[in-house]
């Protein structure tokens, strides 16, 4: 069965370093999106991606924040210059494009700045 | 913020059913009730969804009222691996942001 993956699983990095979060979606998927959830909080939506082009951000998905599809099969999230609170489990989701369709997530990446 | 209404918690017998309540009394007639699932911090897993009528699947069946203001997820065999926060979140059609709320944890006991 496709699934969504992510590398890496676990990421430490210092403050102020720039970190890149990469996801496959699904293949044939064409909406992407990413979501975060800070240790015992709620999961949160960052931002939609499709037609390479940012399609919905969330308050939290600031400046320090940018998306990319770099080829056919890779899309990345990367924070520029990280903060203590953007330590948090970093979820990739993808769904196909159309009316009310359902997203997949991927294991998700473990971010800690230290 | 999430627009549903779940229990904080509930407890499930192994090999009994799982019945987990969901209301949504300000649902909109173009939203659909969607159920994820998170077990441990891995990542939301896909269950169910549904507009009015009733669904069902190889892990689940939804039961949504005639109103449409409140919903139940109901695994018919809970295990020990269903062990879960399970969230229940409505959702307007097209390709829109999940927004989850704190989710109901539930916990089979062998």
């Known amino acids: 069965e496709p699934e969504v993956t992510q590398t890496p699983s676990h990421q430490v990095t210092q403050m102020g370093q720039e970190v890149i979060l990469r996801c496959v979606p699904i293949?044939?998927?064409?909406?992407f999106y990413w979501y975060r959830q800070i240790l015992g909080q709620k999961v949160e939506f960052l931002v939609s991606?499709?037609?390479?082009?940012?399609?919905?951000k969330s308050e939290i998905f600031d400046d320090q924040f940018s998306v990319e599809r770099p080829d056919g099969s890779n899309f990345t999230l990367k924070i520029r210059s990280t903060k203590l609170e953007d330590s948090a489990m970093y979820f990739c989701?993808?769904?196909?494009?159309?009316?009310?369709?359902?997203?997949?997530f991927g294991p998700g990446t473990r971010l800690l700045v230290l | 913020d999430a627009k549903t209404t779940q229990p904080t918690s509930m407890d499930c017998a192994e090999g009994r059913a799982a019945n987990l309540p969901c209301n949504h009394s300000?649902?909109?007639?173009?939203?659909?009730v969607y159920w994820y699932r998170q077990i441990h911090s891995q990542g939301p897993q896909y269950i169910i969804h549904?507009?009015?009528n009733n669904e069902t699947n190889e892990m689940a069946s939804l039961i949504i009222t005639e109103d449409r203001k409140s919903s139940t997820l109901i695994l018919p065999h809970a295990t020990l691996r269903d062990t879960a926060v399970y969230y229940c979140?409505?959702?307007?059609?097209?390709?829109?942001?999940?927004?989850f709320g704190k989710g109901t944890r539930l916990s089979v006991i062998a």
């Open positions: 989701a993808s769904s196909i494009a159309g009316v009310g369709e359902t997203q997949y």
């Open positions: 293949s044939n998927h064409l909406y």
């Open positions: 991606f499709y037609n390479n082009e940012i399609s919905e």
């Open positions: 300000t649902i909109s007639g173009n939203e659909y």
């Open positions: 549904g507009l009015k």
């Open positions: 979140i409505v959702r307007v059609m097209g390709n829109t942001p999940l927004v």
